[in-house]
């Protein structure tokens, strides 16, 4: 019965480790934020098509869009449309984006610190980001806090507080 309740608790856990993007559609300024035209530009096999999505992107993203921003630090965490991966752009957007109130871009940098990725592994800030990614309603986020205490991480370990979160 623990494996089967550890086997869930992490199965759910993981879904909130991956990079997200923001749950929006719409138009702004030329640039499709949806994410189902941002998926099919990204498998697309048109370089073209790409740069010239995220040049768009990136006007918007300069133009102080805080989902611009965001999809621009997760274009460049994982090297999307022809970009080369490069954290410590993808943190420079990622923070660009939080001070314009993204919480989806708390819970991506969040993942950067839980993971190490591109910077040193911080527990602590990476609950914090969670935390307040978490206080905008960001569904990872809350995973991510309910694994941090599954594994006591950071916290405390915690498995009725953990079931309760997840």
């Known amino acids: 019965m623990r494996y089967f309740i550890f086997l869930s608790i992490l199965l759910v856990s993981l879904t909130g480790c991956d990079v997200q993007a923001n749950k929006v559609s719409g138009e702004s300024q030329g640039v499709n934020l949806d994410l189902s035209k941002i998926d099919n530009v990204v498998k697309s096999k048109d370089n073209n098509e790409k740069t010239k999505y995220f040049n768009a992107l990136l006007v918007e993203a300069e133009s102080?869009?805080?989902?611009?921003?965001?999809?621009?630090?997760?274009?460049?965490?994982?090297g999307y449309l022809n970009q080369k991966k490069d954290i410590k752009k993808s943190i420079y957007w990622y923070e660009k984006a939080i001070k314009n109130n993204n919480g989806v871009a708390e819970n991506n940098m969040g993942s950067l610190y839980a993971h190490g990725n591109g910077v040193k592994q911080d527990y602590e800030k990476a609950y914090n980001y969670y935390k307040s990614a978490m206080s905008k309603n960001v569904p990872e986020a809350i995973n991510s806090i309910g694994f941090m205490y599954f594994n006591g991480f950071y916290l405390e370990r915690d498995l009725k507080k953990s079931m309760r979160i997840l």
């Open 64 to 78: 102080n869009n805080p989902i611009a921003q965001n999809l621009v630090g997760v274009v460049f965490e994982n």
